[in-house]
């Protein structure tokens, strides 16, 4: 069972910048999506199993970066310009039935506990 696990969530301020990190990832598709309080999984970004493609949600398109190293098993979320509407928990998942990730959430058969991402003043 693969375990995926984030970090490099915290309290920023607005237009602020984190990198968040997905250890154990996999040589398939992977990809971010986020969950505020009360709410269901939005996709974020979405990356191949060999880092060729990379997708984005139309809120964050130009904002976040999606990249991995799969020398490291490691994806990256590098978030910028952060807003307070950004504020959530962010899960990386992957899916290991295929190299080319989808923004839909139940293709997705690894899931990590998620990092908390806060952005206020």
């Known amino acids: 069972q693969v375990q995926l696990v984030e970090s490099g969530g915290g309290l920023v301020q607005p237009g602020g910048s984190l990198r968040l990190s997905c250890a154990a990832s996999?040589?398939?598709?992977m990809g971010w999506f986020r969950q505020a309080p009360g709410k269901e999984y939005i996709f974020v970004a979405g990356?191949?199993?060999?880092?060729?493609?990379?997708f984005y949600a139309d809120s964050v398109k130009g904002r976040f970066t999606i990249s991995r190293d799969n020398a490291k098993n490691t994806v990256y979320l590098q978030l910028n310009s952060l807003k307070p509407e950004d504020t959530a928990v962010y899960l990386c998942?992957?899916?290991?039935?295929?190299?080319?990730?989808?923004?839909?959430?139940?293709?997705?058969?690894?899931w990590g506990q998620g990092t908390q991402v806060t952005v206020s003043s």
């Open positions: 998942a992957g899916d290991s039935r295929r190299c080319y990730s989808s923004s839909y959430a139940m293709l997705y058969d690894y």
């Open positions: 996999g040589r398939y598709g």
């Open positions: 990356i191949s199993c060999d880092g060729s493609s990379t």
